[in-house]
């Protein structure tokens, strides 16, 4: 039975307990910027895996900002992160794992965050189908913050979502919804549809990370690809050179959109080797609570990443 048909057999059979077995562990208030990813192409491996690994660095080259008392700036970003899963029953399983991602700003010291960092725990309940989420809840505890570890940089991110066949082992639809504490707006959705267009080509259409995916062959894998990355923060002091950004512990919601290209290898199992480039076309510090958002003019951007499920 492939990855489709036991989808389209077995989604009848998920249940809403997961929804409130999570949820009972957070507070009222659901929050937290999507990002979840669908990727439900089939894979020869009939076991799921159990660690899932992966590092990623992007770099995105300098650019002036639109408001030029501001100068002009780079970023560099680094992401680490690896969870476990533990079977509760049948395809339900509990993940667990931990991630720390970074942002590094260069250029003109302009008073904005020279840097943004966030260190987080994922707890997760998953319906996983050939080793991948075709439903699930996922929360992610931690502090989002800039230099300081404080109280309030404490953020709980979280995201729900479940994919249904629209039309037998072709079109899949995903609905999705999540968001964060500190983010504006509060709660936001997500989702798309995957098309399945030949056993070589399909489109995943599947918001924050679209995707067009070629597979020439079982280790490669080529992507014209989307990605909108947003993440808010807790703030020190931003002391600008603009007279009307003056913030003291204030709400970054920090985003990074790009387009481009990438090429992934799976021959060295059972790691899989990413390297990508294309274009960052918006670079946003959005200090929305004081109205005032800082962009950059688009700039290019490459990006280098190591993933591994076992």
């Not at 100068?71 to 079977?87: K, W």
């Not at 959109?257 to 959005?286: C, E, H, L, M, N």
């Amino acid at each position: 039975m492939s990855l489709f048909d036991c989808l389209n057999h077995t989604m009848t059979n998920i249940r809403v307990f997961f929804v409130s077995l999570l949820l009972s562990a957070a507070t009222s208030v659901i929050a937290g910027p999507m990002t979840f990813e669908a990727q439900p192409a089939p894979i020869p491996e009939e076991e799921t895996s159990r660690n899932l690994f992966s590092y990623e660095t992007t770099y995105t080259f300098d650019s002036d900002f639109k408001e030029s008392k501001l100068g002009h700036g780079d970023s560099l970003y680094d992401d680490f992160s690896y969870d476990h899963r533990f079977l509760i029953t049948g395809k339900w399983y509990f993940r667990a794992g931990v991630e720390y991602e970074r942002y590094d700003f260069g250029g003109t010291d302009n008073g904005l965050p020279d840097h943004l960092q966030a260190a987080m725990a994922h707890v997760a309940v998953e319906y996983v189908i050939k080793d991948y989420a075709a439903a699930g809840i996922e929360i992610d505890p931690g502090f989002y913050f800039q230099d300081n570890v404080t109280g309030d940089a404490f953020d709980f991110p979280c995201k729900i979502f479940v994919t249904f066949p629209v039309k037998k082992d072709k079109i899949f639809a995903v609905v999705a919804l999540g968001g964060a504490l500190y983010q504006y707006p509060g709660v936001a959705p997500g989702g798309g549809m995957i098309w399945l267009i030949s056993d070589k080509l399909r489109l995943q259409g599947v918001f924050p990370r679209p995707a067009l995916v070629y597979n020439p062959s079982d280790d490669w894998d080529l992507r014209l690809m989307g990605e909108l990355s947003v993440t808010s923060f807790r703030t020190d002091d931003v002391l600008t050179t603009e007279r009307k950004l003056q913030l003291h512990n204030a709400i970054v919601q920090y985003q990074e959109d790009r387009a481009g290209a990438q090429v992934g290898y799976s021959g060295f199992k059972p790691f899989k080797i990413i390297a990508g480039a294309g274009i960052t076309f918006r670079r946003d510090f959005d200090f929305f609570r004081a109205n005032q958002a800082k962009r950059t003019d688009l700039a290019p951007y490459v990006r280098i990443a190591v993933e591994a499920k076992f």
